[in-house]
């Protein structure tokens, strides 16, 4: 069936008054359920092309993002292609121009929207790869050529990858629990998380599901578990567990919204070691009510807080911020700057810190990127904390994303971020206080090579880092001054609680990072 372009039109006239402001949903100006699913991808391309020109961190020639999404259709059927001249764009099948067409103003989204659906269109009527194609398979191939265009963060999500990620973000309905596959293939479940209704009808990890709503789940996949377990909130469901102790109950739970559990704590020598797997809605909430009432229940006992962000990818930049202030209580946590005016901001803290001022220290590797280093930059340039591990992955920027009509999201850098030291966070990463990826495996020796000042650390790097945010071998050389290496976890903890234990030594640390560009106030 051929995209109908004429039936386009409309739609395009309708979808050009929605309202594109910088950090909020747009307002289709219709129900993406009451159109066709032609018209539907012909909404989504204009609002993503209106999103890019409005909020791109760069000023960008939606001629060119037009292109480069017709050019995408190449991943459907390599003969497509598109050529732009001064006045006229082609679009090719096997080097024959099958559409030409007036270029559109250089701002002009709506025209630039109209120009990639005719070359949809069009591309159809030669093409049995595309002609065979759903309208979303066709949307996500021009979007992936659009987005190749942009910086490595921007990207789009077809509808079903945007379900999974809203999940992660913002939870979802379910029950509150984590399964997971053992080598044996059995699925257990790993964890019940806090205040959802598996938590508070009693169950316990450990047991196997043996059933849903009566129905046996014995050959089940843990994807099919997953399945039966989730629902819309509100709904019930009954749950049968082996515990493992091998007793059988029946559970009858009412789905609810479900966040992940992403804080875990232990202490270990007096030290609270705190685990944040990730950034999401509820993080905040969590890691509050964790440090207090591990401060409470520890009492004078307790020497120092670790907060351990190796792994984590981050999440949202509300959140983060909103973490580091749970411990500075004065001056700046992060700036953001952007082309579009309101991704210029500043974060300031609020007076209070939750851990009562204890020495703290935050772990990072080359894994920890996003909302993880902007925490860990925030408490190491306040003198809140040290950071100790590998230089972090260097996911300097914020991106916005946007909903679009069919379903999917469309994520774009708008802004770059900096540290209160007025270093990028953009490539360099966070640089350690106390590096342990220099290829000694012995927390003993690592210390005492901190000690005696022959570990790198961020004060004697700082004009490295400066150099480093404009010129290639100075960035290279700032990343090999503390490199991920892979090497025991347990490491980095040992260090941290040596240092934590240690009020000289802390103290020390603490300068060691205090030098940048800037003071903070």
């Not at 100006?29 to 066709?36: E, L």
């Not at 764009?89 to 250089?106: E, F, H, N, Q």
């Not at 913002?170 to 806090?194: A, K, N, T, W």
């Not at 705190?274 to 905040?284: L, M, P």
Request: glycine share 10%; with cysteine; net charge negative.
């Amino acid at each position: 069936m051929r995209l109908n372009f004429r039936k386009f039109c409309w739609l395009l006239a309708v979808a050009g008054t929605l309202a594109a402001c910088a950090g909020a949903e747009p307002e289709f100006g219709f129900d993406p359920s009451d159109i066709t699913p032609e018209q539907l991808a012909a909404a989504t391309l204009l609002v993503g092309y209106q999103q890019i020109d409005n909020l791109y961190v760069r000023p960008v020639d939606l001629g060119q993002v037009a292109m480069n999404g017709i050019n995408g259709l190449s991943e459907l059927d390599p003969a497509i292609s598109a050529e732009l001249s001064d006045d006229t764009i082609a679009v090719l099948s096997d080097d024959r121009v099958i559409l030409s067409y007036g270029t559109p103003a250089p701002g002009d989204a709506r025209g630039w929207a109209e120009v990639t659906l005719a070359a949809i269109d069009y591309g159809r009527a030669v093409s049995p790869q595309l002609a065979d194609a759903d309208p979303d398979t066709l949307i996500e191939a021009v979007f992936t050529g659009v987005t190749s265009g942009l910086d490595s963060y921007s990207r789009y999500l077809p509808p079903n990858q945007a379900s999974v990620e809203r999940t992660l973000r913002e939870g979802y309905g379910g029950v509150g629990m984590l399964l997971d596959l053992e080598p044996s293939g059995e699925v257990i479940i790993r964890e019940i998380f806090q205040d959802g209704p598996a938590a508070e009808a009693g169950m316990q990890a450990g047991g196997q599901i043996v059933s849903i709503d009566g129905e046996s789940t014995e050959a089940w996949t843990i994807e099919q578990l997953g399945e039966g377990l989730r629902g819309p909130i509100g709904t019930r469901v009954r749950v049968g567990v082996r515990n493992a102790d091998g007793t059988l109950e029946t559970f009858r739970l009412t789905r609810d919204q479900v966040i992940p559990t992403v804080v875990h704590v232990r202490i270990d020598d007096d030290i609270a070691v705190v685990d944040i797997s990730r950034f999401n809605t509820a993080v905040v909430e969590q890691l509050r009510d964790t440090v207090i009432e591990v401060v409470a229940n520890e009492g004078p006992s307790l020497r120092g807080i670790v907060l351990d962000l190796r792994g984590n990818p981050g999440g949202l930049l509300g959140q983060s911020v909103d973490v580091a202030d749970l411990f500075i209580s004065r001056g700046e946590i992060i700036r953001t700057r952007g082309r579009h005016p309101r991704s210029d901001q500043e974060f300031l803290s609020d007076p209070d810190d939750i851990a009562n001022g204890l020495p703290m220290a935050v772990l990072v590797d080359g894994r920890s990127a996003s909302a993880a280093e902007i925490v860990a930059a925030a408490l190491q340039d306040s003198g809140r904390a040290i950071v100790i591990g590998a230089s972090s992955f260097g996911k300097g920027s914020v991106q916005t994303v946007t909903p679009l009509p069919n379903g999917g999201e469309l994520f774009l850098t708008w802004s770059r971020i900096f540290a209160p030291s007025g270093f990028t966070i953009d490539q360099q990463g966070v640089l350690p206080t106390v590096c342990t990826s220099v290829g000694i495996y012995d927390a003993d020796s690592l210390v005492s090579r901190f000690r005696d000042g022959s570990l790198p650390v961020p004060a004697s790097l700082a004009d490295l880092r400066q150099r480093a945010a404009d010129d290639a071998e100075s960035l290279r050389q700032l990343r090999a001054e503390c490199p991920w290496r892979v090497h025991s976890a347990e490491l980095d903890v040992m260090v941290a609680i040596d240092v934590l234990n240690d009020p000289s030594l802390y103290r020390q640390a603490v300068a060691a990072a205090l030098t940048g560009t800037e003071t903070s106030g």
